[in-house]
């Protein structure tokens, strides 16, 4: 069964550092990774999407990585801002279904 | 108004009631899809649908019921509500039927059951 799991489950950092988020799956038999963003009360919206077969995705200050072998991804977040502040949530779909992880609850420090 | 749509977005219900709600998204999307959020869980599948009159049991069916007679509207009822079900419910749809797209979210509602 596909699990997915993301730590820390919460991330508290100053305002303008890079960080890094983390996210693990259990089978590598999966159709692409994305990541998503939830603010407080609000639905998701999609981040990046990264195909099985990339390596990684880049919109503006994010960059997602994906090693299938390893079953891991990365957010890379850089000079991180106030409004960055969300929820970060990493899933994978292994089929017409998406399984999510729990999130990383981010908090940009002014 | 364009995009997907939930109704309502609050409701208070009493145990033992029915209750229905309403997901609607105007992009022709062939997918879609409920989830329930809880803390401590995070989001899981409770049916999906991949075309009209076409639909499949996720992670946590029970006690829920759907149906598609239209490409637009995926309405979740809940035949009769308990506690249990208290939660935050989100309705997704994907584009076009293809894996490789993103799924599109509303804005959720919030269900409590007394």
């Known amino acids: 069964k596909q699990e997915v799991t993301q730590i820390p489950a919460a991330l508290s950092v100053p305002e303008g550092e890079n960080l890094v988020l983390n996210c693990s799956f259990t089978?590598?038999?999966?159709?692409?990774l994305q990541w998503f963003r939830q603010d407080p009360g609000k639905g998701l919206t999609s981040l990046l999407l990264?195909?099985?077969?990339?390596r990684e995705q880049t919109s503006g200050r994010l960059n997602a990585s994906l090693d299938k072998s390893s079953g891991r991804s990365t957010l890379y977040i850089a000079a991180s801002q106030p409004g960055d502040s969300a929820t970060y949530l990493c899933?994978?779909?292994?089929?017409?279904?998406?399984?999510f992880g729990k999130g990383t609850r981010l908090h940009i420090l002014p | 108004d364009a995009g997907i749509t939930q109704s309502p977005r609050y409701k208070i219900t009493e145990t033992g009631r029915q209750v229905t709600l309403m997901c609607h998204q105007t992009?022709?999307?062939?997918?879609m899809f409920w989830y329930r959020q809880d803390l401590g869980h995070g989001l899981r599948l409770i049916y999906y649908?991949?075309?009209?009159?076409?639909?499949d049991k996720g992670e946590v069916p029970d006690g829920y019921v759907v149906s598609r007679s239209k490409t637009e509207n995926f309405p979740l009822t809940l035949e009769s509500a308990t506690r249990s079900q208290t939660s935050v419910y989100f309705c997704?749809?994907?584009?076009?039927?293809?894996?490789?797209?993103?799924?599109?979210f509303g804005p959720g509602t919030r269900l409590l059951v007394l």
């Open positions: 089978d590598s038999a999966i159709y692409n």
């Open positions: 899933a994978v779909s292994p089929d017409d279904k998406i399984i």
């Open positions: 649908s991949a075309a009209a009159d076409i639909t």
């Open positions: 992009w022709s999307h062939s997918y």
């Open positions: 997704a749809s994907r584009g076009q039927g293809a894996v490789q797209e993103t799924q599109y």
């Open positions: 990264i195909q099985s077969s990339q």
